[in-house]
């Protein structure tokens, strides 16, 4: 079982790293940016943290690939938001929940 401060470790290196991977894409840099995905996702599973939500929203689940790495997509529907993997083709829908408008 990680201890505490092992666990804390890992989520700041995750944090880094994810931040790191989007400067990457932003310099269309993929191969590092890809790697740097899977390394978070590494860290998740051996010092058994969750990864972040902004991290799972721009990583494939299946591939673990940059959405933008393999020439993803983003759609807004109604009342989703669909996300396609460039690389494996997976398709992710995200609800969107509104809220009551106050009268």
Known sequence: MPKSSEKRVAEQRMAELFALALKDEREKRFKQANRKYELIYLYSTK?????TVDAKTWVCKRCKNGIYSGSGRVRINNSTITVSCGVCGYVRRIPIFRLSSQR
């Open 47 to 51: 010092y058994k943290s969750k990864v």
